[in-house]
């Protein structure tokens, strides 16, 4: 299958929010490489090991590609990324005189070459997601991710996906039963079913991404603990009020809501989250960069939601709100 190719030479300081613009614009999948510089500070909080990748990419910048469907008018999708990025100046974002080129390339250049670099990652000292095809020795009381995101968004090595999964350790109780909007790879899924969740019901639009989350599920052997369907939240709320509401797995009010989505889609069902939670029921909101986040936490208030916690890591924030 031919795929259209968007590369954007950039910073490694824009990564993420490039990345979040290209997923929002329709990207199939994306790959980014960073300087294979050694100088880098890295993370080893936890004795994580990196592998530097050997490339000529100068120091504290990054490639990014992009992937669209073949038939995909690219014009107005660069026009349009060319904007967003060069809106990130304003928040005092350096991009580094970006470029971007489209060409397009056969799935078999790419669908597995960034796999070179999705390496065993531990989020908490509980959480490590481990891609499917690495070798990795769990220590005790280690709780594996296992994990091949194929197409779908979500690796937990993205600053809005290791937020979500570091709170939803802190806030979900063993036996709550448990909605992740927009699932992408049904990371959180797994990761709620093996923090102790009664069942996970995961949904998404994207049948790419339910498809990769159906996978991950059985490669975790969590198809008993993770109900996947192709659904938005809405659809969720009808569903529950038929006879085919034991399809969902959940039992309708749920103890804890989990999204990780753009700021701007979030804020479009938050009264359709007030309505699926208990009440004392907990809503985790990811997704968000900083400018966005008073936008998502007046929908939450205004849709009668207590914000009981914030958490940020880069230009990203994650919101904890409890329907009281």
């Not at 990419?57 to 490639?63: D, H, M, N, S």
């Not at 052997?221 to 529950?240: C, M, N, P, R």
């Not at 986040?293 to 914030?310: M, N, R, S, Y």
């Amino acid at each position: 299958m031919l795929w259209q190719e968007l590369t954007v030479h950039t910073t490694e300081e824009a990564i993420e929010m490039i990345t979040n613009f290209v997923h929002e614009l329709g990207a199939g999948g994306v790959s980014i490489e960073e300087s294979g510089t050694l100088n880098k500070e890295r993370d080893t909080s936890y004795g994580q090991l990196y592998e530097a990748p050997l490339n000529d990419i100068p120091e504290g910048r990054a490639v990014i590609k992009a992937y669209f469907y073949q038939g995909t008018e690219m014009e107005p999708i660069l026009e349009s990324l060319k904007a967003s990025v060069a809106e990130l100046s304003t928040f005092d974002i350096d991009t580094g005189d970006p470029t971007y080129a489209v060409v397009e390339v056969d799935d078999e250049d790419w669908a597995h070459a960034w796999k070179a670099y999705f390496k065993p990652f531990r989020i908490t000292d509980r959480l490590t997601i481990k891609p499917t095809w690495e070798a990795y020795e769990a220590s005790e009381g280690e709780l594996i991710l296992e994990l091949d995101p194929g197409m779908a968004f979500g690796t937990g090595t993205h600053a809005t996906t290791a937020l979500c999964l570091r709170t939803l350790e802190k806030v979900l109780k063993p036996g709550d039963d448990v909605i992740d909007v927009g699932t992408g790879s049904g990371i959180l899924a797994i990761a709620a079913a093996k923090l102790g969740a009664k069942h996970v019901l995961a949904v998404d639009l994207d049948p790419v991404a339910v498809d990769s989350a159906n996978e991950n599920t059985a490669q975790n052997h969590l198809q008993d603990h993770i109900t996947v369907k192709q659904s938005d939240l809405l659809g969720v709320l009808k569903e529950s009020e038929t006879e085919s509401a034991s399809q969902l797995g959940v039992a309708i009010p749920v103890q804890l809501v989990v999204a990780n989505i753009l700021a701007e889609v979030i804020v479009t069902f938050v009264s359709d989250v007030y309505e699926v939670l208990e009440r004392g029921g907990y809503y985790i909101t990811s997704g968000i960069i900083t400018e966005k986040e008073e936008l998502v936490e007046k929908a939450l208030v205004a849709a009668q939601f207590t914000i009981v916690e914030k958490n940020y890591e880069n230009n990203w924030v994650v919101i904890v709100a409890r329907k009281m």
